[in-house]
């Protein structure tokens, strides 16, 4: 069983933990990490969930467990989903969107990823390929593209220029 650690408004931790699927009272938040990953033709990397996951196209991310931080919950989340290593430092952590329940802290990584140097976890994805922007705003438009509950953070990151905000 996999615990996600709660936090107040002012994202202090409560000192509680609840299970991965859990509800929880309004007024605690959990933290939720996604990672924008741009290669060198400025493609952002994503992923395409497994159909028990809604078969839909996202980017990396999910939850940190109890104890992590929102870093070390990224670079799992890399790991487990896409089989990638990466360093702290590689991580820049640009943006965090505060939704009625979560902190969806958004990370960027510039890397040339090759795809077949990657490794899914076939229980969460399916497959993963390279998009333009005006790509992921037509899977987007088109229903294709994984919005959870938190989605005002897609809609933030769709709103930024990565090259000039990741540095902020």
């Known amino acids: 069983m996999e615990y996600r650690d709660l936090f107040d408004k002012n994202r202090k ?3 509680e933990k609840i299970a991965k699927g859990e509800p929880f009272d309004d007024g605690k938040y959990i933290v939720v990490v996604m990672v924008f990953i741009e290669n060198s033709k400025g493609e952002i990397l994503l992923q395409k969930r497994s159909q028990s996951k809604g ?3 996202a980017t990396t991310g999910g939850h940190p467990t109890s104890g992590q931080t929102s870093l070390e919950g990224m670079r799992q989340e890399l ?3 896409i089989g990638v290593v990466v360093d702290e430092n590689e991580l820049v952590l640009f943006k965090t969107v505060k939704t009625p329940k979560t902190f969806v802290d958004l990370y960027y990584l510039q890397k040339d990823i090759d795809i077949k140097d990657t490794k899914l976890q076939e229980s969460e994805v399916q497959d993963i390929a390279w998009f333009t922007k005006p790509q992921i705003e037509d899977l987007v438009k088109n229903g294709q593209f994984f919005m ?3 989605e ?3 809609l933030e990151y769709l709103k930024l220029d990565l090259n000039n905000d990741k540095n902020k």
């Open 152 to 154: 005002g953070a897609y």
């Open 13 to 15: 931790p409560t000192g």
């Open 79 to 81: 790991k487990e989903e």
């Open 148 to 150: 959870p509950h938190y």
């Open 55 to 57: 078969g839909k196209w």
